[in-house]
């Protein structure tokens, strides 16, 4: 079936150094992959998406790369700080349907 | 604050009970959505307004489920006769027309007794 996983269900980071938050997905006809952060007791924050047809996309200390071959998604996150401490989902979409489909999510714990 | 309200944030009833959640979306947002999330797994999508029209709902959605959104502003999602396994998190989001960004409330964390 369709799914969207991570590789990885925790990383500690140490303060400062980049952060690379891995997904592997099996839905091929996807449009949108989206990540999202959730700190504890919040909701789900979107951070950035990249549509099927880009490989990179760069965001505010962040950079999502997509690799269609191997169906492979990342979030890099530069120069770590504390308050990037949270569970970071990855997440799918096609426009042609109106839900995000969601993996399991991994807990980035940044250390001082 | 994502500007997505839900009320109540925390709700602990007897199973049997019959609860009501209430999201107010994004004033614009034309889209809403329900999610449920337990603790350690992602958000599962449960059920789709765009405006008052509900346009898809999960194989999740028993029937002993059911969302209203009835003017096409706030909406309410209704568990009849709760079970231990509804305990979980109900999530709102909202969003514009052919957008990916959802902006998501902070849920409504229903513990079933």
């Known amino acids: 079936g369709e799914s969207v996983g991570l590789h990885l269900p925790t990383l500690s980071v140490q303060e400062g150094d980049n952060s690379i938050i891995n997904c592997a997905y099996s839905?091929?006809?996807?449009?949108?992959f989206i990540w999202y952060k959730q700190e504890s007791g919040k909701g789900p924050q979107f951070i950035i998406d990249i549509r099927s047809n880009m490989d990179k996309r760069q965001g505010q200390r962040v950079t999502v790369l997509l690799n269609k071959t191997v169906k492979h998604l990342s979030l890099q996150i530069a120069a770590t700080q504390p308050g990037d401490s949270a569970v970071y989902f990855c997440?799918?979409?096609?426009?042609?349907?109106?839900?995000?489909?969601f993996g399991a999510g991994t807990t980035v714990t940044v250390r001082a | 604050d994502t500007g997505v309200s839900q009320n109540p944030r925390h709700k602990i009833t007897k199973r049997g009970q019959n609860v009501t959640f209430r999201c107010d979306p994004i004033?614009?947002?034309?889209?809403l959505y329900w999610y449920r999330q337990t603790l350690g797994q992602g958000p599962e999508f449960l059920t789709y307004f765009q405006n008052e029209a509900q346009l898809e709902k999960s194989r999740l959605l028993s029937d002993r489920f059911s969302a209203e959104r009835p003017k096409g502003s706030f909406s309410t999602l209704e568990i009849q006769r709760t079970e231990q396994g509804d305990s979980a998190m109900y999530l709102c989001?909202?969003?514009?027309?052919?957008?990916?960004?959802?902006?998501f409330g902070q849920g409504t964390r229903l513990t079933v007794v």
């Open positions: 997440a799918e979409n096609k426009e042609s349907d109106y839900k995000l489909s």
């Open positions: 839905n091929s006809a996807s449009d949108y």
């Open positions: 004033s614009e947002h034309n889209r």
């Open positions: 989001a909202s969003g514009r027309q052919a957008n990916t960004e959802a902006f």
